[in-house]
Structures are given as structure tokens and as C-alpha cells.
């Protein structure tokens, strides 16, 4: 097995899921999820992305860009999708994407989708190599 296809296996093996439950707690005023709860739970995913990649200590360095596109209404399941999108010495980011899932029906669509950079550290807090 050559390096590319190990490399390829890391970042198949390091997608993540994650499902949540859009209950009334985690809403704001107009029964939608509040955006920093959704900021929340993707950087959750990334983390755990980042880490599954490199399976080092990793920390959030920045959001690049975050488009809310809808809401996500109250009683609907939040489907958060994480991804490696690029890999570099000391850093790698992950594309993060939440799905509105309907609960009663089969609709799915595009919520809210981020990319995260992420950088490996060491026991002193430093930075250092991805793999």
C-alpha cells in the first residue's frame, strides 16, 4: 500500500456523524437553533475529525467561512457531517456541513455548512506535525 492510498484511508476513517435533536432549549425566539449552538456542535465534529485523522492533540485555530443558509426549525434532527479537506505540515481543515433531517419525512437539506482549521499540538501546547 503506498502513502497516498494511506493517506486516503486516514481521511475515509475520519469522517464523522453526528446527530442531534433540535429540542426547545437549544432555540431562540423564533423556534430556530441558535447559531452559536450550531457553531457549537461543529466544532465539536471538527474536533473530533481533526483527531481521528492525525490522532494527535488538536485545537481550533479559525472558522474560514460560515453560511447559515436556513434555519433549523425546533423538532427536527441536526445532521452535522464532518470531512478532512486538506492536510498540511502542522494544520489540516475539515468542512462541516448541517443537514436539516424532517423527522416524519425523508426531506433532507443543507443547513449550515463551515470550514474549521485545526492544528496539532504537543504536551507543551506547541505546534507540530499532522501525521
Not at 453526528?18 to 449552538?37: A, D, R, S
Amino acid at each position: 500500500m503506498d502513502r497516498s492510498q494511506d493517506f486516503q484511508e486516514n481521511i475515509d476513517q475520519s469522517e464523522t456523524r453526528m446527530i442531534k435533536c433540535v429540542f426547545p432549549e437549544t432555540t431562540n425566539h423564533y423556534n430556530t437553533l441558535f447559531g452559536g449552538t450550531a457553531l457549537n456542535w461543529m466544532d465539536e465534529v471538527a474536533f473530533i475529525t481533526a483527531t481521528r485523522f492525525s490522532r494527535k492533540k488538536m485545537v481550533t485555530v479559525s472558522l474560514d467561512k460560515t453560511d447559515f443558509q436556513k434555519p433549523i426549525p425546533a423538532g427536527s434532527f441536526a445532521d452535522i457531517h464532518g470531512i478532512v479537506t486538506h492536510v498540511g505540515n502542522k494544520s489540516l481543515k475539515v468542512q462541516v456541513q448541517i443537514f436539516i433531517e424532517h423527522m416524519y419525512t425523508k426531506k433532507r437539506e443543507l443547513a449550515v455548512s463551515g470550514t474549521f482549521s485545526m492544528v496539532a499540538i504537543n504536551e507543551n501546547g506547541k505546534t507540530t506535525q499532522v501525521i
